[in-house]
């Protein structure tokens, strides 16, 4: 327990160092969910009207919907960036020494996940208060209970970068497959529009955005933003995540993963 602690206390810190190393990283995390909050919200808020739906109490604009849903959008995109980094360090061999290491790969894995949530729960808080300044606020106790729905989906988002970064050989082909699982996995959700709404374009992508579980797990942020417990985004965000990363386990075990096609 004693080595398994010092590990983890190891790759946190060489990722924050890493991190803060890296100033236009996090930069980058805010300017796009601040695009969409300050340009695009403004422009849709007249023509997409939003109806009384929980966790919400009465009408709301359109930009308090979407903060959820940004904020998933910082750890989704964080989850990704981390995920390349792997793959540079494979390519480095840094990957191979840390996973040569007297430890078990799954918690080596799992030590590389809660580095990677921690940094996009800093991003997501950050957004949040850039968005309380521009008077978007949630309630005072949303701020508290959101801390965990936050670390479970970015784990679940990591867990699925993980798994995605086992498939790639080079670094070039990254941004590639990024672009084929980012940009659906985030405009396919919850995230900017209700499920209803879609259901009056489509029955077949309102069905897609109800089994996509970056759509559980914006819920899951939404309720917790407003201090309410929703059960079955929580069971299908924590599912995905235990899914991913077996898979991603699984990527790194060079006896029967992909490692072992790729040797």
Same mark, same amino acid.
């Given at each position: 327990m004693t080595h398994a602690l010092v590990a983890l206390n190891a790759i946190v810190l060489r990722e924050a160092q890493r991190f803060v190393q890296q100033r236009g990283r996090f930069v980058a995390a805010l300017v796009r969910p601040l695009i969409w909050l300050l340009v695009f919200a403004a422009g849709f808020r007249a023509a997409l009207g939003l109806s009384i739906a929980p966790p919400y109490q009465t009408y709301i604009t359109y930009e308090v919907y979407i903060v959820p849903g940004l904020c998933g959008m910082i750890l989704l995109f964080n989850g990704m960036q981390s995920s390349l980094s792997l793959?540079?360090?494979?390519? #480095?061999? +840094? #990957?191979? &020494? $840390? $996973?040569?290491? /007297?430890? /078990?790969?799954?918690?080596?894995? !799992?030590?590389?996940? =809660?580095?990677?949530?921690?940094?996009?729960?800093?991003?997501a808080y950050t957004f949040l208060a850039v968005a309380a300044a521009f008077g978007i606020r949630m309630p005072a106790s949303g701020y508290i209970a959101v801390l965990p729905a936050l670390a479970i989906t970015g784990i679940m988002l990591g867990?699925?970068?993980?798994? &995605?970064?086992? $498939?790639?050989?080079?670094?070039?082909?990254?941004?590639? =497959? #990024?672009? !084929? =699982?980012? !940009? /659906? #996995?985030?405009?396919? +959700?919850?995230?900017?529009?209700?499920?209803?709404?879609?259901?009056? +374009? +489509?029955? &077949?992508?309102?069905?897609?955005c109800a089994v996509n579980p970056f759509s559980h797990a914006v819920e899951l942020i939404r309720f917790a933003l407003y201090g309410q417990f929703n059960a079955g985004a929580l069971g299908w965000t924590a599912l995905a995540g235990i899914v991913f990363f077996l898979l991603a386990v699984w990527g790194y075990d060079p006896a029967r993963g992909l490692l072992r096609r790729k040797g």
């Open positions: 793959v540079y360090d494979r390519e #480095m061999g +840094s #990957m191979r &020494l $840390l $996973l040569t290491a /007297p430890l /078990p790969r799954w918690w080596l894995l !799992f030590c590389r996940l =809660v580095a990677s949530t921690a940094i996009s729960i800093l991003q867990a699925l970068g993980l798994a &995605l970064s086992s $498939l790639i050989k080079q670094l070039e082909n990254f941004a590639g =497959v #990024m672009n !084929f =699982v980012i !940009f /659906p #996995m985030f405009f396919l +959700s919850t995230a900017l529009y209700p499920l209803w709404k879609m259901a009056e +374009s +489509s029955t &077949l992508l309102r069905d897609i």
